[in-house]
């Protein structure tokens, strides 16, 4: 039976009121700092995780056509490229593997391939690229485009963007070095191979101008959702990141990858998914009350409905918090903007006609948190909804409680839990992040 696998994310563990839920950050300077990372990626290796994830979005979201709601409240905001931060907590760990996000409408792919290249070897091999097509205007705005390009036009670039990655890590062959000091020959020019892509896109020679990288290529991630993000995933992707609420949900998402895969001619045991959720661990009724007292506490009405007008994609368009959700979506539908469709097929099939905006939000909010148990409840949850999902994978959670220590506790309590059953790693399988999260994979 395939292991689960286990990533953290830490990408919005400083926004969105949690860096004020108690507890949190306490004794660490805010952001930026890299203490509190560097202890988390010590007791995320101890836990034996496959790696630590950073989500990205490269632009300052509006709401009601202003940033002061987002700035004031820290709702996404503010956020650093993930990258140094990577290379920080590598130095204090061994095992412990790290996804970073980068934008592939807005970036070069040979930047994109040097850099990853390059932090593959500061990290030893343990590094996974979360390549993105990122949809929110104000990122587009940042790179000189008015508005986001349209989505095809995006997966189009993406696609390219892939095909040039792969040949730039295929240019230097994995025994082109030589580093002979009796001779002074660093390396077999043989080896070591131009690309000459010229395509819609991109025009580059090549070769890529770094050595070999440990894990042959970086570990390739991908997060789009629709017929083209499949499609994507199913081509070049070693795991997909999904959301899957329900289990049917879940079992649902699965087949359409396979069918992807089966489309592409891939085995789809080769892509694994990562369920994305939030976890708090608790040791009963009473502690997850007053745990979901405290989260809710700290997300003021205001706070709330900037969250959710991120999260719509709405940037800019007006959303009151008294009006009603139905009446709303169908505005925004009317009005043309280009929302996160998929969320707003959900909010009005579990509202009715005269639940408001600020209700939506709120029970919006709390359905975020689909893990909060004791740890045996964790483990029955985390256990039935792997297998729903096809078994090939594991999930990507992020801590719904204060930091480190509600990622302690999973790591302490939960973890256990999963070993005892036989459903995760009691060590390291390998030593680079493919070694570990490819193990049970076919041909491993
Ligand atoms: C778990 C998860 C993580 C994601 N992380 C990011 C991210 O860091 N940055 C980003 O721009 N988009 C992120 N996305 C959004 C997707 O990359 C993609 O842009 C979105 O799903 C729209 O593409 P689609 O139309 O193919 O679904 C994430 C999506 C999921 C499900």
């Known amino acids: 039976m395939s292991k689960m696998h286990l990533i953290c994310d830490l990408s919005l563990i400083h926004t969105n009121a949690k860096w004020r839920y108690p507890g949190s950050w306490t004794n660490y300077a805010m952001y930026g700092d890299p203490a509190l990372y560097l202890d988390i990626a010590r007791i995320l290796e101890r836990g034996k995780f496959d790696g630590a994830f950073f989500a990205d979005v490269a632009g300052t979201p509006m709401v009601n056509g202003s940033m002061t709601d987002t700035v ?15 290379a920080a907590m590598s130095t204090v760990t061994e ?14 792919p040979f930047h994109m391939a040097r850099m990853m290249a390059s932090l593959d070897h500061v990290t030893r091999g343990r590094v996974a690229f979360n390549a993105v097509v990122s949809g929110f205007p104000q990122e587009a705005q940042n790179y000189g485009y ?18 040039v990655l792969r040949k730039l890590f295929d240019s230097v062959e994995p025994d082109a070095m030589i580093w002979d000091r009796a001779t002074g020959r660093v390396a077999d020019a043989a080896k070591v191979h131009r690309i000459d892509h010229v395509g819609e896109h991109f025009k580059v020679m090549g070769p890529l101008p770094t050595a070999p990288c440990p894990q ?6 991908m ?26 949900l879940k079992a649902k998402h699965r087949k359409r990858l396979d069918e992807a895969c089966a489309a592409e001619g891939r085995d789809p045991r080769e892509v694994g998914i990562l369920w994305a959720g939030q976890f708090d661990v608790v040791s009963g009724p009473a502690e997850a009350d007053e745990n979901r007292r405290k989260y809710l506490e700290q997300h003021t009405p205001r706070l709330l409905h900037v969250f959710l007008s991120q999260w719509w994609g709405l940037d800019g368009y007006p959303l009151d918090p008294d009006a009603y959700v139905h009446q709303t979506i169908e505005e925004i539908r009317a009005a043309g903007v280009a929302p996160n469709w998929g969320y707003l097929d959900i909010a009005m099939s579990i509202t009715t006609a005269t639940t408001t905006i600020q209700e939506y939000a709120q029970q919006w909010l709390e359905s975020l948190a689909e893990l909060v148990g004791t740890p045996e409840q964790l483990a029955d949850d985390m256990e039935e909804s792997f297998h729903a999902g096809g078994g090939i994978g594991g999930f990507m959670i992020a801590p719904r409680s204060g930091v480190p220590a509600g990622i302690a506790r999973f790591v302490d309590e939960v973890v256990p839990v999963l070993q005892h059953r036989g459903l995760f790693r009691t060590e390291y399988e390998g030593r680079t992040m493919r070694e570990n999260l490819l193990s049970d994979r076919p041909g491993a």
Do not use: K
Request: zero cysteines; a negative charge; charged letters at 20%.
């Open 223 to 248: 997060a789009g959702q629709s017929g083209a993000g499949m499609r994507l995933a199913a081509r070049y992707a070693d795991l997909q990141f999904a959301q899957g609420p329900t289990l049917e």
């Open 146 to 163: 008015d508005t986001t390009p349209d989505h095809e036009w995006r997966y189009n670039r993406a696609e390219e963007f892939q095909l």
């Open 72 to 86: 004031e409240l820290g709702v996404a905001w503010p956020r650093h490229d993930p990258i140094p931060m990577v």
């Open 95 to 108: 095992r412990l593997g790290f996804v970073t996000t980068a934008s592939m409408t807005y970036n070069h």
């Open 216 to 221: 042959g290529r970086p570990m390739q991630v």
